[in-house]
T-cell receptor
Framework: DTAVSQTPKYLVTQMGNDKSIKCEQN?????MYWYKQDSKKFLKIMFS???????INETVPNRFSPKSPDKAHLNLHINSLELGDSAVYFC?????????FGPGTRLTVL | DQQVKQNSPSLSVQEGRISILNCDYT??????FLWYKKYPAEGPTFLIS?????DKNEDGRFTVFLNKSAKHLSLHIVPSQPGDSAVYFC??????????FGKGTRLHILP
């Protein structure tokens, strides 16, 4: 059973398009995150949701909007994609300190 | 199916002593391994890495050891300091550059 799943795993799209990445966790965790991995493999936190409420919103462009329809899902919608958005995006969920990461979504903007 | 396993959810070590965090992996295609450190309410920050062509990499108080035949790596912190108290994630990467994370080990440094 996959604890944290992301779809799609690979996403190739043109500049200017709008795309979404979905994340689902079946662990019953209260907190979910989105991270962006840079070229040096550093993970930058983008958003965190706790029980459907945004609790961290780092300085990311407002073209990025997280959407949490319920506690098990945290989707990432990106408007007007730019070349610099190309990266691997990780979803994660946590409860009591343990953090479970999804497999990542490699976004390539052409 | 966990490809990267950190079997100890937590570890307590006396200040000044050596902290050893362990990690096992199952995929022999992994060729790059990383350790991340995470404080509460922050994202994981990169700590140290090792390529599969090496068996040791040292950076100050932090040393990572890789045993490819055992598919095992460990992070040694010596001497341990109070600021080292955090959650440590082991991660592995293959040629596709995807990263698989372990679940983390919470390290408590005791005074």
């Amino acid at each position: 059973d996959t604890a944290v799943s992301q779809t799609p795993k690979y996403l190739v799209t043109q500049m200017g398009n709008d795309k979404s990445i979905k994340c689902e966790q079946n662990l019953g965790h209260d907190t979910m995150y989105w991270y962006k991995q840079d070229s040096k493999k550093f993970l930058k936190i983008m958003f965190s949701y706790n029980n459907k409420e945004l609790i961290i919103n780092e300085t990311v462009p407002n073209r990025f909007s997280p959407k949490s329809p319920d506690k098990a899902h945290l989707n990432l919608h990106i408007n007007s994609l730019e070349l610099g958005d190309s990266a691997v995006y990780f979803c994660a969920s946590s409860q009591s300190g343990e953090q479970f990461f999804g497999p990542g979504t490699r976004l390539t903007v052409l | 199916d966990q490809q990267v396993k950190q079997n100890s959810p937590s570890l307590s070590v006396q200040e000044g002593r050596i902290s050893i965090l362990n990690c096992d992996y199952t995929n022999s295609m992994f060729d790059y391994f990383l350790w991340y450190k995470k404080y509460p309410a922050e994202g994981p920050t990169f700590l140290i890495s090792i390529s599969s062509i090496k068996d040791k990499n040292e950076d100050g108080r932090f040393t990572v050891f890789l045993n490819k035949s055992a598919k095992h790596l460990s992070l040694h912190i010596v001497p341990s300091q109070p600021g080292d108290s955090a959650v440590y994630f082991c991660a592995a990467s293959d040629r596709d550059d995807k990263i698989i994370f372990g679940k983390g080990t919470r390290l408590h440094i005791l005074p």
